[in-house]
């Protein structure tokens, strides 16, 4: 069964991270709200950017693991703290500014309407992000249930077809690392790495894989796929 979806461009949020400790030292300033600035690619995954009211008070969110991290070269000078529902930030042993960790967000929310094929121990899937500035990504995720990455248990790649005929894989000569037992979930600016179409084009068919051992004639498993092109998103399922 194969499913047409035209889609907007996704919306980013949430823009702002209030303030939610009365009795931190930023509270009372009322100008001093952490608001979404930008965004910033390390080691290949994007990073949304945060900044209070004034310069290199940035704090970022690693879209791929949800983590959230220092970034500018001011306050809060260490990396934030999970203290339950909160994400603390910290001057020496005082608490300056804290906010409500984001349960739902355009980053976690990506996954929506994504594709996903179960086997009897590979499952993943992908998806696709596009942010505040129309820029986009594809998201891939491996479940735990899916064997390590090894040449005995075979590789995992994601593999293109543009739509003049060119084909490929993004991550080649390597392969995506993934260990059993945990969630392998990250993304890449869609045309890194790619034989793109002679009018520069990334559209094209993307399907994530998992390509098995030589013991077994390197048989390729199709884990979850999405096409994109004209503005508009193709997934299917595959059952």
């Known amino acids: 069964m194969l499913i047409v979806i035209k889609m907007p461009l996704t919306s980013f949020y949430p823009n702002t991270l209030p303030n939610n400790d009365s009795s931190s030292a930023w509270y009372s300033i009322t100008t001093r709200i952490y608001t979404y600035s930008g965004d910033v690619t390390i080691n290949n995954v994007l990073h949304h950017l945060y900044v209070a009211d004034f310069a290199n008070s940035e704090i970022r969110v690693n879209t791929a693991t949800d983590a959230w991290e220092d970034h500018g070269s001011d306050h809060p ?105 945990t969630i392998t979930s990250s993304n890449f600016a869609i045309g890194f790495g790619l034989s793109l179409s002679a009018d520069g084009s990334p559209d094209g068919l993307y399907e994530l894989i998992h390509e098995g051992s030589s013991l077994n004639s390197f048989p390729v498993t199709v884990l979850a796929q999405i096409t994109l092109g004209s503005g508009r998103k193709v997934h299917s399922n595959f059952w």
């Not at 094929?117 to 820029?135: K, P, R």
């Not at 990455?149 to 075979?154: L, Q």
């Open 77 to 181: 000078f260490s990396a934030p703290v999970v203290n339950g529902a909160n994400i603390e930030l910290y001057h020496n042993t005082s608490i300056i500014y804290r906010f409500t960790k984001p349960t739902v967000a355009s980053w976690i929310a990506a996954g929506s309407g994504a594709s996903t094929l179960s086997t009897t121990d590979l499952s993943g899937s992908l998806s696709l992000y596009v942010n505040n500035l129309e820029q986009r990504f594809i998201v891939y995720t491996i479940d735990a249930t899916s064997p390590t990455t090894s040449t005995a248990n075979g590789l995992y790649d994601v593999r293109y077809t543009l739509k003049n005929g060119n084909t490929g894989r993004v991550f080649q000569p390597s392969s995506i690392n993934h260990t059993n037992g």
